[in-house]
């Protein structure tokens, strides 16, 4: 079986997978990170959303042996090692941008990748850049009112 | 208490700390010591003889160490899925209740079905030996639709229903109505169908069964809303297990909207292989595997009349309505179009008569259960619908027709013709608040805009009530339930006066960490960081029926409320002797007990610790401790109600709908904590606008599952919808502790008819008098040049 080293979260981390296992299996299933979700199977739901090199991925969309070398920023990942959540996580919180929190990693990591590109985002272009990313229970509206304010207490 | 944490504030959730940094801990989080998978062989036909299962190859697969079929079901002399519900004819015969099994038997009935199981080392070692499988089928004849099983010499499903129907049931005075149409200036007529949907909560099912062999007892983590239930249903019906060897958790759970009320075949299917193999065993639905097992929603299709006096007010009202129950009964399908649907139909509107019929057909698709509303969006879309239909027949305003037949604020408690009795409620108050809120009254002046942009936009309004706050027990045991519907909270108060509370609901989303909390809070005084709220494991909470139907805060706070009142009982006596005062004049407020008229108290923290150090207590007539559980049963369902608007406008070259506003106005008791009030109407009025605009699952005509993946199906996404504003008007329900109502569904249940309201009113300049759900561009613009074609004629 193929050998995969890369970061994790700032941590090297390296594990036996089969060709086929995807990065959301090797991230689950044999580093124990399981704040990344799976909702789907067919590339549509976002809940599997990290960084791989900086950018926004599904990582049930990749291959673990794809990541060899590369750095991967998980939900695991986000907040101060002393538990202070990062400004948008606490923006989530504040704008009330989860309810059964499934969906939530995703979203998160999602968000952190459009402020990345565009710092000052407007409700229109937020739900556009949502477009992969589904959640059930929100309706939305508060993961958008949370992003917005996320990304003002960032630019702060 | 120092902050405002009580009830009415938006406290921020307790929850989301672990939700936000990815330490939730959701079913397919938890991995047991030992563990294997399983993967369920499933049926790609949707009605076939199951001739012969070859497990050989399979068995002999890498990695495999057990498949199950029928015959080792029959074996171990299992149960099948057992129904929650019972229905009766119109004669008062029972309901068709054919076998459900676990793993199918003679026959396959829907694509889905499940035939064997596989479990191996891994994930797909599972998958993998599944395909070596060989199923011999003899392929039968399918019937997917409603009208494909009412049909003359239909292909039966079940032996038990040779024509298909499970009940054909009614309610209400059909001689009574029958005579109003006789009288009737005027009668609206409408054909209408409530589409399928697929619930697609974001986390997909998952289960775990765990046997430990030292002492033979189970335990199943499964996604659950409601885990004494699935104990009750799988321990006595399914596996013949004492619910004392039986320990079901629900932990997190990513979203059910009802989906994960049921019991399902995997619970059971995982549960009783570990205890074959004497190793936990793991379960996890990939999403197009939910898409064929999770229970599907609504499936009606209904004719309704109105008879209406010259003055537009209602005589009558008169509803045909088939309901499809797909190919076996879930656990409380028979409920959804019959009690909690039909008991409806009164609206909001004090209409003196009212008949309904609804037959219940079974058909090669999903088994068709509760989802988000259950029952009640079928009858709002429905009667909402029908009122516009009313107006406009009678050339009245949408508007004027609902306030002439309202029943008035003065009539509570009303009594409907439909068997339920309405607390209380002000229709008219939410009413002109939603309109106030829309800005209604210039709504012609922003259609005239739009027209000169070449747009067509139009207003829909829906006044509409639901029933929840399920149940009051020999109510609907009376009705055909089968099991209590009260609930038990469990207040333990701790030495050092910190409080856990146990309550036998269950949050997937709905925030009860924090709302229960605020419960707490305000009653005992005490600091939120002190109260922990749990919930999802029958070897914690002394017993519960779980979350569905807004019953949590109705129903579950209200046993809370019960319990605490018990424990400020216990406090009195305890300070009393401490406080060398009699009893009756300890008074107890913002977490001290007094004494009246003095300034002698104890904290709540002292009585706690005096309640488990005794040294200093009244041994001879009180128990230590300071503990207490109470058992709720409602004495009514609560009647939230309101009013929702929506603005739309349409693309005529494209038929594309965009929603421009959306208001909300529910009258749902009181609020404990706005906020997520606010979330959970929001969100319900997503599933409402994914329903009216976007969401449907067709089988074609063999049975396939078409809409069978996320990719087919459409979800609606954040660039769907718009914002929703969202306000409350409080009249408090009359006979529960808190007043409270419930807000869970009126989302889903008060939007779809508004939506289609408005695209109705939008389209009005072509005769359009109704379009079904969902109006997708495709069918806005064929409906639009059906019309033009109409006129050119
Ligand atoms: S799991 Fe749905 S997109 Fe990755
Ligand atoms: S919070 Fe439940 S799916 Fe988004």
Same mark, same amino acid.
């Given at each position: 079986?193929?050998?995969?080293?890369?970061?994790?979260?700032?941590?090297?981390?390296?594990?036996?997978?089969?060709?086929?296992?995807?990065?959301?299996?090797?991230?689950?299933?044999?580093?124990?990170?399981?704040?990344?979700?799976?909702?789907?199977?067919?590339?549509?739901? @976002? !809940?599997? *959303?990290?960084?791989?090199? =900086?950018?926004?991925?599904?990582?049930? $969309?990749?291959?673990?042996? %794809?990541?060899? @070398? !590369?750095? *991967?920023?998980?939900?695991? =990942?986000?907040?101060?090692?002393?538990? $202070?959540?990062?400004?948008? %996580?606490?923006?989530?919180?504040?704008?009330?941008?989860?309810?059964?929190?499934?969906?939530?990693?995703?979203?998160?990591?999602?968000?952190?990748?459009?402020?990345?590109?565009?710092?000052?985002?407007?409700?229109?272009?937020?739900?556009?850049?949502?477009?992969?990313?589904?959640?059930?229970?929100?309706?939305?509206?508060?993961?958008?009112?949370?992003?917005?304010?996320?990304?003002?207490?960032?630019?702060? | 208490?120092?902050?405002?944490?009580?009830?009415?504030?938006?406290?921020?959730?307790?929850?989301?700390?672990?939700?936000?940094?990815?330490?939730?801990?959701?079913?397919?989080?938890?991995?047991?010591?030992?563990?294997?998978?399983?993967?369920?062989?499933?049926?790609?036909?949707?009605?076939?003889?199951?001739?012969?299962?070859?497990?050989?190859?399979?068995?002999?697969?890498?990695?495999?160490?057990?498949?199950?079929?029928?015959?080792?079901?029959?074996?171990?002399?299992?149960?099948?899925?057992?129904?929650?519900?019972?229905?009766?004819?119109?004669?008062?015969?029972?309901?068709?209740?054919?076998?459900?099994?676990?793993?199918?038997?003679?026959?396959?009935?829907?694509?889905?079905?499940?035939?064997?199981?596989?479990?191996?080392?891994?994930?797909?070692?599972?998958?993998?030996?599944?395909?070596?499988?060989?199923?011999?089928?003899?392929?039968?004849?399918?019937?997917?639709?409603?009208?494909?099983?009412?049909?003359?010499?239909?292909?039966?499903?079940?032996?038990?229903?040779?024509?298909?129907?499970?009940?054909?049931?009614?309610?209400?005075?059909?001689?009574?109505?029958?005579?109003?149409?006789?009288?009737?200036?005027?009668?609206?007529?409408?054909?209408?169908?409530?589409?399928?949907?697929?619930?697609?909560?974001?986390?997909?099912?998952?289960?775990?069964?765990?046997?430990?062999?030292?002492?033979?007892?189970?335990?199943?983590?499964?996604?659950?809303?409601?885990?004494?239930?699935?104990?009750?249903?799988?321990?006595?019906?399914?596996?013949?297990?004492?619910?004392?060897?039986?320990?079901?958790?629900?932990?997190?759970?990513?979203?059910?909207?009802?989906?994960?009320?049921?019991?399902?075949?995997?619970?059971?299917?995982?549960?009783?292989?570990?205890?074959?193999?004497?190793?936990?065993?793991?379960?996890?639905?990939?999403?197009?595997?939910?898409?064929?097992?999770?229970?599907?929603?609504?499936?009606?299709?209904?004719?309704?009349?109105?008879?209406?006096?010259?003055?537009?007010?209602?005589?009558?009202?008169?509803?045909?309505?088939?309901?499809?129950?797909?190919?076996?009964?879930?656990?409380?399908?028979?409920?959804?179009?019959?009690?909690?649907?039909?008991?409806?139909?009164?609206?909001?509107?004090?209409?003196?008569?009212?008949?309904?019929?609804?037959?219940?057909?079974?058909?090669?698709?999903?088994?068709?259960?509760?989802?988000?509303?259950?029952?009640?969006?079928?009858?709002?879309?429905?009667?909402?619908?029908?009122?516009?239909?009313?107006?406009?027949?009678?050339?009245?305003?949408?508007?004027?027709?609902?306030?002439?037949?309202?029943?008035?604020?003065?009539?509570?408690?009303?009594?409907?013709?439909?068997?339920?009795?309405?607390?209380?409620?002000?229709?008219?108050?939410?009413?002109?608040?939603?309109?106030?809120?829309?800005?209604?009254?210039?709504?012609?002046?922003?259609?005239?805009?739009?027209?000169?942009?070449?747009?067509?936009?139009?207003?829909?309004?829906?006044?509409?009530?639901?029933?929840?706050?399920?149940?009051?027990?020999?109510?609907?045991?009376?009705?055909?339930?089968?099991?209590?519907?009260?609930?038990?909270?469990?207040?333990?108060?701790?030495?050092?006066?910190?409080?856990?509370?146990?309550?036998?609901?269950?949050?997937?989303?709905?925030?009860?960490?924090?709302?229960?909390?605020?419960?707490?809070?305000?009653?005992?005084?005490?600091?939120?960081?002190?109260?922990?709220?749990?919930?999802?494991?029958?070897?914690?909470?002394?017993?519960?029926?779980?979350?569905?139907?807004?019953?949590?805060?109705?129903?579950?706070?209200?046993?809370?409320?019960?319990?605490?009142?018990?424990?400020?009982?216990?406090?009195?006596?305890?300070?009393?002797?401490?406080?060398?005062?009699?009893?009756?004049?300890?008074?107890?407020?913002?977490?001290?007990?007094?004494?009246?008229?003095?300034?002698?108290?104890?904290?709540?923290?002292?009585?706690?610790?005096?309640?488990?150090?005794?040294?200093?207590?009244?041994?001879?007539?009180?128990?230590?401790?300071?503990?207490?559980?109470?058992?709720?049963?409602?004495?009514?369902?609560?009647?939230?109600?309101?009013?929702?608007?929506?603005?739309?406008?349409?693309?005529?070259?494209?038929?594309?709908?965009?929603?421009?506003?959306?208001?909300?106005?529910?009258?749902?008791?009181?609020?404990?904590?706005?906020?997520?009030?606010?979330?959970?109407?929001?969100?319900?009025?997503?599933?409402?606008?994914?329903?009216?605009?976007?969401?449907?699952?067709?089988?074609?005509?063999?049975?396939?599952?078409?809409?069978?993946?996320?990719?087919?199906?459409?979800?609606?996404?954040?660039?769907?919808?718009?914002?929703?504003?969202?306000?409350?008007?409080?009249?408090?329900?009359?006979?529960?502790?808190?007043?409270?109502?419930?807000?869970?569904?009126?989302?889903?249940?008060?939007?779809?008819?508004?939506?289609?309201?408005?695209?109705?009113?939008?389209?009005?300049?072509?005769?359009?008098?109704?379009?079904?759900?969902?109006?997708?561009?495709?069918?806005?613009?064929?409906?639009?040049?059906?019309?033009?074609?109409?006129?050119?004629?």
């Amino acid at each position: 079986m193929p050998q995969v080293s890369l970061t994790v979260n700032g941590k090297k981390a390296s594990a036996e997978v089969e060709s086929r296992t995807l990065l959301v299996q090797l991230l689950r299933e044999k580093l124990g990170l399981t704040g990344t979700h799976v909702g789907c199977d067919t590339s549509q739901c @976002g !809940a599997c *959303v990290v960084h791989v090199n =900086g950018k926004s991925i599904k990582s049930c $969309t990749i291959l673990a042996v %794809q990541c060899e @070398g !590369a750095e *991967v920023l998980t939900i695991e =990942g986000v907040a101060k090692p002393d538990g $202070t959540l990062h400004p948008m %996580q606490n923006a989530f919180r504040e704008n009330h941008g989860l309810q059964c929190g499934f969906c939530t990693p995703g979203m998160v990591m999602s968000a952190l990748d459009l402020v990345k590109n565009n710092p000052a985002p407007k409700d229109r272009e937020i739900r556009e850049w949502l477009e992969g990313n589904l959640c059930r229970c929100t309706g939305y509206h508060n993961i958008v009112k949370s992003i917005e304010a996320g990304a003002a207490a960032m630019r702060k | 208490m120092a902050e405002n944490v009580g009830i009415g504030a938006s406290v921020l959730r307790k929850e989301d700390f672990r939700f936000l940094t990815g330490r939730g801990t959701y079913v397919d989080d938890i991995n047991r010591p030992g563990q294997l998978y399983a993967h369920i062989l499933r049926s790609p036909h949707p009605h076939a003889n199951l001739k012969k299962i070859d497990t050989a190859r399979a068995k002999q697969a890498p990695g495999v160490i057990a498949v199950y079929t029928r015959h080792d079901v029959n074996e171990d002399k299992l149960g099948g899925m057992p129904c929650g519900w019972g229905v009766k004819f119109k004669d008062d015969t029972p309901m068709k209740e054919p076998a459900h099994p676990m793993l199918a038997t003679e026959k396959v009935r829907h694509v889905g079905d499940p035939i064997a199981l596989v479990i191996a080392e891994t994930r797909a070692q599972a998958k993998d030996a599944a395909e070596q499988i060989a199923v011999d089928y003899e392929i039968l004849k399918p019937v997917p639709t409603i009208n494909d099983a009412i049909k003359p010499g239909a292909a039966a499903l079940h032996t038990e229903a040779p024509d298909n129907v499970c009940y054909d049931w009614h309610i209400g005075d059909k001689s009574a109505v029958d005579s109003a149409f006789g009288r009737a200036h005027k009668v609206a007529k409408l054909d209408l169908v409530n589409n399928r949907l697929v619930p697609n909560a974001m986390e997909p099912r998952a289960a775990i069964g765990d046997f430990d062999s030292a002492n033979g007892d189970y335990t199943l983590y499964t996604t659950s809303q409601n885990p004494h239930v699935i104990r009750l249903l799988m321990g006595a019906f399914v596996l013949h297990i004492p619910e004392s060897k039986l320990r079901v958790v629900a932990p997190d759970v990513g979203g059910g909207f009802g989906s994960k009320i049921f019991h399902y075949a995997e619970e059971a299917l995982v549960t009783w292989a570990a205890g074959k193999v004497k190793r936990p065993v793991k379960w996890t639905a990939d999403r197009s595997e939910s898409f064929i097992s999770d229970a599907h929603g609504r499936d009606h299709v209904t004719h309704a009349e109105m008879a209406m006096d010259k003055d537009g007010k209602f005589l009558a009202l008169r509803v045909q309505t088939l309901a499809n129950m797909g190919a076996y009964l879930s656990s409380f399908a028979p409920a959804v179009p019959t009690y909690l649907y039909a008991t409806l139909l009164a609206g909001c509107y004090a209409t003196p008569a009212v008949y309904a019929e609804v037959k219940a057909v079974f058909t090669n698709t999903v088994p068709v259960d509760a989802y988000r509303g259950a029952g009640r969006p079928e009858a709002s879309f429905l009667l909402e619908r029908l009122v516009d239909v009313a107006a406009k027949e009678m050339g009245m305003d949408r508007v004027d027709i609902r306030r002439r037949n309202f029943i008035p604020n003065s009539a509570f408690p009303y009594q409907t013709p439909v068997a339920v009795q309405y607390d209380s409620g002000d229709y008219f108050g939410t009413l002109d608040m939603a309109l106030k809120a829309s800005n209604w009254s210039s709504f012609r002046d922003r259609q005239q805009e739009a027209k000169k942009r070449g747009k067509l936009r139009g207003i829909g309004i829906s006044t509409y009530i639901e029933a929840c706050g399920v149940a009051p027990s020999n109510v609907a045991g009376a009705l055909g339930a089968r099991a209590g519907l009260y609930e038990v909270a469990n207040v333990r108060v701790n030495p050092t006066g910190s409080v856990t509370i146990f309550t036998g609901t269950h949050s997937h989303g709905q925030g009860h960490e924090t709302t229960f909390a605020q419960l707490v809070a305000d009653r005992l005084g005490i600091a939120m960081d002190q109260i922990e709220i749990s919930h999802g494991d029958t070897g914690k909470i002394p017993f519960g029926m779980g979350t569905y139907g807004s019953r949590s805060l109705a129903v579950g706070g209200s046993a809370i409320v019960k319990a605490m009142d018990k424990i400020v009982n216990k406090g009195k006596k305890i300070a009393a002797h401490l406080l060398e005062a009699a009893e009756a004049d300890i008074e107890f407020k913002d977490g001290k007990f007094s004494v009246a008229g003095t300034d002698k108290s104890k904290t709540f923290g002292e009585i706690a610790l005096t309640a488990y150090v005794p040294h200093n207590y009244p041994l001879d007539v009180l128990e230590p401790g300071l503990d207490e559980t109470a058992f709720y049963d409602p004495k009514n369902f609560t009647f939230p109600a309101g009013c929702h608007i929506c603005e739309v406008e349409i693309d005529p070259d494209t038929g594309n709908t965009t929603i421009i506003t959306f208001t909300a106005v529910d009258d749902v008791g009181r609020v404990i904590n706005p906020m997520i009030v606010e979330g959970q109407v929001q969100g319900g009025v997503a599933q409402g606008i994914g329903q009216a605009l976007l969401e449907s699952c067709i089988y074609d005509g063999n049975g396939q599952l078409l809409s069978g993946s996320m990719s087919d199906y459409t979800m609606p996404r954040a660039d769907n919808l718009p914002n929703v504003d969202v306000s409350t008007h409080v009249t408090l329900c009359t006979h529960n502790p808190l007043g409270v109502k419930g807000c869970g569904e009126v989302g889903s249940i008060g939007s779809p008819p508004a939506i289609i309201g408005a695209i109705v009113d939008a389209l009005s300049e072509y005769g359009v008098k109704h379009i079904e759900m969902p109006a997708t561009p495709q069918r806005v613009w064929q409906t639009i040049q059906a019309a033009k074609g109409k006129k050119a004629a």
